[in-house]
């Protein structure tokens, strides 16, 4: 008969690949199982950078923040050199600021030209200051923690689709085209594929198609101090950019698209849609170069609140949940898998209330 191991991780982006890691460097046997080969651009974890920020729109947020701050400074201890850079950023908004947290606060107009020289938000905007924010190195973040949690001790499986998975006293069976996998706890950390691991849930997952369009390096008013992270909150949806960091160039993009099915690849970004994203940052910092940018495409798996959803399911305690990152889960990786090593291990989390799998069946 196949062996009992501890847990058995589906998904390799940046959730499954950090709850892969942190379990395993607490010892677990553990096993992770992606469909897709090492670096694909299929899911939601692929590209360069991401932001990093302390400023969230409720307070509920911030112990889970606090949390993937010190996961941060723990992974940078382990591999040796930073993934985060602190730059400050700047969430231009309309009507009253909603944005708190850390030591984020809404600032003047007056004081926006020191703040972010480079970044002109609309006039009738107002905006919140984050100096804690930043860029990660996403990338790399992501080739460290499945580095790592191999090194820990963890069996990585690359190019291995999951057919099905269910529970029979107290043991997990996960079916894939490859055999049979059995363990103790089963994670879902599957991204854009939610719905197909949680039937039940399907109706609580959407899945998005999101462009970004990064510009060519080594331009000084795209670099800090002249700009940091923003957002500029428009009625197509959240524009979002990141400075020059790490060697990357600065991005943009926005946080709208259509619905996608995963199953297809992810189509490239249009010349309208590159056209767009390029007058949008040239409007926003006047004077930047777009031409030579780099477009992606991607996908965000968004539920109703936008919050994810982390922690057991409701009818079967040894399948855990760590999904729909909404657009804005890379900066939580460390504090995810965290979190998740923490749950399979019996540990309580009741901060992890707000992001209960609860919700899925509740409002599905």
């Known amino acids: 008969m196949t062996p009992v191991r501890d847990v058995v991780v589906l998904g390799l982006g940046i959730h499954g690949s950090a709850t892969t890691y942190e379990l395993a460097r607490r010892g677990l046997d553990v096993v992770a199982v992606d469909r897709f080969a090492p670096g694909h651009a299929r899911g939601s974890s692929h590209g360069a950078t991401r932001m990093v920020r302390r400023a969230y729109p409720s307070p509920v947020w911030n112990t889970l923040v606090d949390r993937a701050y010190r996961g941060w400074d723990r992974w940078a201890a382990a591999a040796g050199a930073p993934f985060l850079h602190t730059t400050g950023g700047l969430y231009a908004h309309r009507g009253e600021p909603t944005l708190q ?15 972010a020289p480079s970044l002109r938000p609309p006039e009738a905007y107002g905006a919140v200051h984050d100096p804690g924010a930043g860029v990660l190195e996403a990338a790399r973040a992501l080739a460290f923690a499945q580095s790592a949690a191999s090194a820990a001790g963890a069996e990585l499986r690359h190019g291995e689709t ?47 198609r999101i462009l970004t369009l990064t510009v060519p390096t080594g331009q000084v008013l795209a670099q800090p101090p002249a700009l940091g992270c923003f957002s500029v909150d428009l009625p197509e949806g959240l524009v979002f950019g990141l400075p020059e960091a790490a060697g990357s160039g600065a991005k943009i993009g926005i946080d709208a698209g259509p619905v996608w099915d995963p199953e297809v690849p992810v189509a490239p970004p249009t010349r309208d849609e590159i056209a767009h994203l ?41 399948v855990l949940v760590a999904a729909a990152c909404s657009g804005h889960g890379f900066k939580f990786g460390p504090a995810v898998g965290e979190a998740l090593a923490d749950l399979v291990q019996g540990v309580a989390r009741p901060d992890l209330e707000f992001l209960s799998p609860a919700r899925m069946v509740t409002t599905a």
Do not use: N
């Not at 947290?101 to 703040?115: E, H, I, K, N, Q």
């Not at 997990?172 to 879902?188: K, M």
């Not at 007058?279 to 968004?302: E, H, K, N």
């Open 101 to 115: 947290g850390g030591s984020s606060l809404p600032v003047d107009r007056a004081d926006w030209s020191t703040l």
């Open 162 to 208: 999951v057919q099905d998975w269910r529970v029979d006293d107290g043991v997990v069976t996960v079916r894939t085209d490859a055999g049979e996998l059995r363990a103790r706890r089963l994670v879902l950390a599957g991204g854009a594929w939610a719905s197909r691991l949680i039937p039940a849930a399907a109706g609580f997952f959407e899945v998005w």
């Open 278 to 318: 390029a007058d949008l940052f040239q409007r926003f910092v006047p004077g930047i170069t777009t031409d030579g940018g780099d477009a992606v495409a991607c996908l965000y798996t968004m539920t109703p609140d936008k919050r994810f959803v982390v922690g057991a399911l409701p009818d079967h305690p040894e």
